[in-house]
């Protein structure tokens, strides 16, 4: 076997178990906080805040935008709180 032969992606890894819904929307609601995560990092870097920074203007704890950007659960009180912050809305698009 070659290297590529151990390469594959989550999709061909996880074909079989996607056929459970319930695993499905598992793994769909893990990818959209990685999503947010992603969006709320991204958009700090680009202002060039950290992370006390965006939290002292989104009126939250520092811990908050720290446990958002690692993927964790928060509400949308929260994400609104932030995108208030950068001046912005929050909008929601299901794809």
């Not at 870097?45 to 939250?60: D, F, H, N, S």
């Not at 659960?73 to 950068?86: G, L, Q, R």
Request: a negative charge.
């Amino acid at each position: 076997m070659t290297k590529q032969d151990y390469l594959t992606n989550v999709e061909d890894l996880f074909s079989q178990d996607m056929q459970d819904s319930n695993f499905a929307n598992q793994v769909k609601t893990e990818e959209n906080k990685l999503t947010s995560a992603i969006a709320v990092r991204n958009e700090r870097e680009i202002y060039g805040w950290t992370q006390q920074e965006l939290a002292e203007k989104a009126g939250i704890p520092q811990s908050t935008i720290a446990r958002i950007e690692s993927g964790a659960n928060t509400s949308m009180e929260t994400i609104s709180k932030i995108a208030n912050a950068f001046g912005k809305s929050v909008q929601i698009n299901f794809a």
